[in-house]
């Protein structure tokens, strides 16, 4: 438009009286209004964007732009450049400022060369090898976080990353190019760094990368698959999974019904074993939110879901099983009775072996279920399978649990079941006495068996070399001929 327009007054300017009559054409010579008069010299555009034009060799935007980011993909070793004190260093972060409000101000879209180039400064800045965590002998250093030196620039790439990925100047047909599978698994891989603020920034930067690039979506679940797959199974430790989980949350309540069978896979192959490991309490309200996420969508799944709590129940981690107890409680708040009854016989027989626990915080915490009113009605419509299972564990707790505590709530909960069904509570009374009588007479014929073994023994000592104490039996050294 520019040439046109300085076209046009290049063919005007002869009949224009304004210079001398004999003198050269000006350079920049008054042009014309509206109405026909001639303008004031103010009036004319900018010296500076009709320079960038009419100079050949002028830079033009895409040019500045693609000079800027050209400094910002130079790398500084924050160790030897101690920080901030170099003025290279707080150069290419003033660059870096510069370039985020360039994006975020922009109105004409980014070409092709400028979303490459962007993509580019990205990776060099961004994906690195994080060094190998040095733990000294004995006590760790788990509730120090480690904040990398070189978020002095790292913030700002960050920064702009995320203004890149939500402009909407940036064309995301050219930007999915160059953002490809590669470029999302290496980020996903930062997600293991030390640096908390930097875990942060990458969970925004995944969840807004999902949102906009809709062709990658099945790449991005499929690679977060692989990552939990990768801690539970071999490395046992991750920094980033409460992370991911979080930007889970959010995919798994955007999910239509009915649920995909790859949505359903997922919930059983990759969230489910992440109970396995020993620093679940790390991520729990995280991975508990997109269980509970399921079963909203599909209330069928309850019983996946229980199944696999109890395939990865903790057996001698007493803190870890009263996180699982207190998922397990979320979980049946959102159970309808239908999909209660298929699973509440090793459910109980599990929470019958908690309230015997040693640990009283485990029993108190098992017996703090019957508190919730949901929970409560499911049992008393199904405690005529309920009741038989756990009375042993109730009876047990009153007569031999050291805990004065836990002594109070069962004898309550006891109560309970007395005002709900007496003749269905004296019938499991009976059978547990019954039971005990039988158990005691066999342990009682254990023991003599036992007395009469060590009295045998007494009599007949063996001494010596046992393996020499029984003499071999003669055999002939030649085999019998056939006749």
């Not at 980020?187 to 969840?207: A, I, M, N, Q």
């Not at 199944?307 to 309808?336: A, C, D, H, I």
């Not at 049992?379 to 038989?388: A, K, Y």
Request: hydrophobic letters at 40%; proline letters at 7%; one cysteine or more.
């Amino acid at each position: 438009m520019w040439k046109q327009f300085l076209g046009k007054i290049s063919r005007k300017s002869p009949k224009s009286g304004s210079g001398g009559g004999g003198s050269p054409p000006q350079k920049s010579p008054p042009s014309r209004g509206a109405n026909g008069a001639e303008a004031e010299p103010r009036a004319s555009p900018p010296p500076q964007a009709s320079a960038v034009t009419a100079a050949p060799g002028a830079e033009t935007r895409e040019d500045v732009f693609l000079r800027k980011l050209n400094v910002c993909c130079v790398l500084f070793d924050f160790a030897v450049e101690r920080g901030r004190d170099s003025p290279e260093v707080e150069r290419k972060r003033q660059v870096l400022v510069s370039l985020v409000d360039c994006v975020s101000a922009a109105e004409e879209p980014l070409t092709e060369a400028m979303i490459s180039a962007c993509v580019r400064m990205f990776a060099i800045n961004l994906f690195r090898v994080f060094p190998p965590k040095i733990r000294s002998g004995g006590a760790t250093d788990e509730d120090e976080p480690f904040f990398d030196p070189s978020w002095y620039h790292l913030q700002v790439v960050y920064e702009m990353l995320l203004r890149f990925v939500m402009s909407p100047v940036v064309d995301v047909k050219i930007a999915r190019k160059y953002m490809d599978n590669s470029f999302i698994s290496r980020l996903l891989d930062l997600f293991d760094s030390d640096d908390p603020r930097e875990r942060e920034c990458v969970k925004t930067v995944l969840h807004r990368v999902y949102g906009k690039f809709m062709g990658n979506r099945p790449f991005i679940r499929k690679a977060v698959s692989n990552i939990f797959y990768r801690f539970v199974f071999e490395t046992d430790h991750h920094n980033g999974i409460a992370e991911l989980l979080e930007v889970f949350g959010s995919v798994i309540s955007g999910f239509a019904k009915p649920l995909k069978e790859e949505h359903k896979l997922f919930l059983w192959k990759a969230l489910i074993p992440l109970h396995k490991p020993k620093t679940v309490g790390m991520y729990l309200p995280q991975l508990t939110y997109c269980i509970t996420q399921y079963i909203e969508k599909e209330p069928k799944l309850t019983g996946t879901v229980i199944r696999g709590l109890l395939k990865y129940w903790p057996v001698t981690n007493s803190q870890k099983e009263m996180m699982f107890l207190g998922e397990l409680e979320e979980v049946l708040e959102l159970t309808e009775m239908a999909d209660f009854q298929k699973c509440m016989v090793p459910l109980f027989r599990r929470i019958a072996q908690c309230l015997n626990s040693s640990h009283f915080q485990v029993a108190e915490r098992a017996l703090f279920l019957w508190n919730n009113e949901h929970l409560f009605n499911l049992i008393s419509q199904n405690r005529q399978v309920i009741l038989p299972i756990i009375y042993p564990a109730l009876e047990r707790n009153t007569r031999w649990h050291w805990n004065q505590s836990v002594l109070n709530v069962t004898m309550n909960v006891r109560k309970m079941f007395f005002e709900m069904d007496e003749r269905l509570l004296l019938a499991c009374q009976t059978n547990f006495q019954e039971e005990e009588k039988a158990r005691a007479a066999s342990e009682e014929r254990r023991r003599l068996v036992w007395e009469h073994l060590e009295r045998n023994a007494a009599f007949h000592p063996v001494t010596g070399d046992i393996g020499f104490a029984v003499l071999p039996t003669s055999a002939p050294l030649v085999a019998p001929t056939m006749t």
